[in-house]
């Protein structure tokens, strides 16, 4: 780990801003990570700015277009290394010894082995101070979806769920309307905001006949997919009809009505991925052909059933529990209806990064710490 002591208050301030800058643009840069940059000569910062998303220019050409001449000399504080290679744009990594850098705080190595350590090689081959590590873990925290998009081919899937002090997500009678209150759902939509795609299970849609949009006044739709290995879901659903622009996909097997796919695929941004399975839609194939699209968070609204599958396949990071102050007894479903284990001893572990009850509700924010692997 690295010893932030190494650095000064004023390194800590400025690479703090980077970071602020870079959360900008959650929700916004997949497949590329989130950065920002700020550049700073004589206790002035003269240039900062981030990646606003992919195909555009980086956080450093942002700064450094702000800087202007004054970047000669001047110390930039980056929260992921500069990139060395050609893609959509030219390599930050030239771009800053051009402009004459003097010194560069960077929070953490970049893992794509596209870039890994070239960046920073090609900087210090110049001549320019380079130092790494600084708040290395606040910049992995908050590329976690890109991280495991490169380092595993797939998503970071969250598992967010709304349910009542004695663990239903609804009634006997599958009433679910509302468990949370309208805080909590807010917050829910944030969620929607910041992810790159949202995924139920078909149960969901036939029983609450969702939009999946988000709702927030300036927010941004995520990708709609549903997993539905039989094609029950009926033509006039609301997620198949919403005037949303975002693509609504809809993850079937063989067991589908070939009748049904094609109507489906003459609706507006409705595509149908059909998987070469009996019955069951293979659920790992699925998270990692959402990387293959560039999306690299997954935001899992779907009920018990299909988060329980999720959890068997050891493919959920981290839960939002929204629980809501209210009891109802009887046999309604739990958020893990789908997952079954006999033994406490195998339970899985979470390591909770945040409670609070600023929506109403309590919310619970944790990490995965460990899952059951299984064959998918």
């Given at each position: 780990m690295i010893d932030v002591s190494n650095f000064t208050k004023d390194d800590q301030t400025y690479m703090n801003r980077a970071l602020q800058l870079a959360a900008q643009a959650e929700g916004r840069t997949s497949p590329n990570p989130l950065v920002g940059c700020v550049i700073v000569k004589n206790n002035e910062v003269i240039g900062e700015g981030f990646h606003h998303q992919a195909g555009t220019p980086h956080a450093e050409v942002h700064a450094l277009r702000q800087a202007g001449e004054k970047a000669k000399g001047a110390t930039a504080y980056v929260t992921l290394e500069p990139c060395s290679h050609f893609g959509r744009t030219p390599p930050c990594a030239d771009a800053l010894i051009k402009a004459g850098l003097q010194r560069i705080v960077i929070a953490m190595q970049d893992p794509n082995p596209r870039v890994s350590g070239g960046g920073i090689q090609r900087l210090r081959e110049a001549g320019i101070q380079v130092?790494?590590?600084?708040?290395?873990?606040?910049?992995?925290?908050?590329?976690?979806?890109?991280?495991?998009?490169?380092?595993?081919?797939?998503?970071?899937?969250?598992?967010k769920a709304a349910l009542t002090l004695d663990g239903k997500i609804a009634t006997e009678t599958g009433d679910s309307r509302w468990v949370s209150n309208e805080a909590s759902r807010h917050f829910a939509h944030k969620l929607r905001n910041e992810l790159d795609v949202i995924l139920v299970g078909s149960e969901t849609v036939l029983k609450d006949d969702p939009a999946l949009t988000c709702r927030l006044p300036e927010g941004r739709d995520p990708v709609r997919v549903i997993v539905d290995g039989a094609l029950r879901i009926p033509l006039e659903a609301q997620v198949l009809s919403s005037l949303s622009s975002v693509p609504c996909i809809i993850a079937t097997s063989q067991a589908a009505s070939p009748q049904k796919v094609e109507r489906l695929k003459e609706l507006p941004h409705v595509e149908v991925w059909q998987y070469p399975t009996p019955?069951?839609?293979?659920l790992k194939q699925l998270l990692l052909d959402f990387v293959a699209r560039g999306w690299n968070s997954v935001l899992l609204e779907g009920g018990g059933g299909l988060a329980g599958a999720f959890f068997r396949l050891g493919m959920v990071d981290e839960i939002e529990f929204f629980i809501a102050p209210k009891l109802i007894g009887g046999k309604g479903p739990s958020p893990l209806s789908g997952l079954r284990i006999d033994k406490m001893a195998e339970a899985i572990p979470l390591a909770i990064e945040e409670v609070s009850l600023d929506t109403g509700d309590l919310r619970v924010r944790a990490r995965v710490h460990r899952t059951t692997q299984a064959e998918d």
């Amino acid at each position: 780990m690295i010893d932030v002591s190494n650095f000064t208050k004023d390194d800590q301030t400025y690479m703090n801003r980077a970071l602020q800058l870079a959360a900008q643009a959650e929700g916004r840069t997949s497949p590329n990570p989130l950065v920002g940059c700020v550049i700073v000569k004589n206790n002035e910062v003269i240039g900062e700015g981030f990646h606003h998303q992919a195909g555009t220019p980086h956080a450093e050409v942002h700064a450094l277009r702000q800087a202007g001449e004054k970047a000669k000399g001047a110390t930039a504080y980056v929260t992921l290394e500069p990139c060395s290679h050609f893609g959509r744009t030219p390599p930050c990594a030239d771009a800053l010894i051009k402009a004459g850098l003097q010194r560069i705080v960077i929070a953490m190595q970049d893992p794509n082995p596209r870039v890994s350590g070239g960046g920073i090689q090609r900087l210090r081959e110049a001549g320019i101070q380079v130092e790494v590590g600084l708040f290395a873990d606040s910049a992995a925290r908050l590329n976690r979806p890109f991280l495991k998009a490169i380092q595993t081919g797939l998503p970071y899937l969250i598992y967010k769920a709304a349910l009542t002090l004695d663990g239903k997500i609804a009634t006997e009678t599958g009433d679910s309307r509302w468990v949370s209150n309208e805080a909590s759902r807010h917050f829910a939509h944030k969620l929607r905001n910041e992810l790159d795609v949202i995924l139920v299970g078909s149960e969901t849609v036939l029983k609450d006949d969702p939009a999946l949009t988000c709702r927030l006044p300036e927010g941004r739709d995520p990708v709609r997919v549903i997993v539905d290995g039989a094609l029950r879901i009926p033509l006039e659903a609301q997620v198949l009809s919403s005037l949303s622009s975002v693509p609504c996909i809809i993850a079937t097997s063989q067991a589908a009505s070939p009748q049904k796919v094609e109507r489906l695929k003459e609706l507006p941004h409705v595509e149908v991925w059909q998987y070469p399975t009996p019955r069951h839609v293979p659920l790992k194939q699925l998270l990692l052909d959402f990387v293959a699209r560039g999306w690299n968070s997954v935001l899992l609204e779907g009920g018990g059933g299909l988060a329980g599958a999720f959890f068997r396949l050891g493919m959920v990071d981290e839960i939002e529990f929204f629980i809501a102050p209210k009891l109802i007894g009887g046999k309604g479903p739990s958020p893990l209806s789908g997952l079954r284990i006999d033994k406490m001893a195998e339970a899985i572990p979470l390591a909770i990064e945040e409670v609070s009850l600023d929506t109403g509700d309590l919310r619970v924010r944790a990490r995965v710490h460990r899952t059951t692997q299984a064959e998918d």
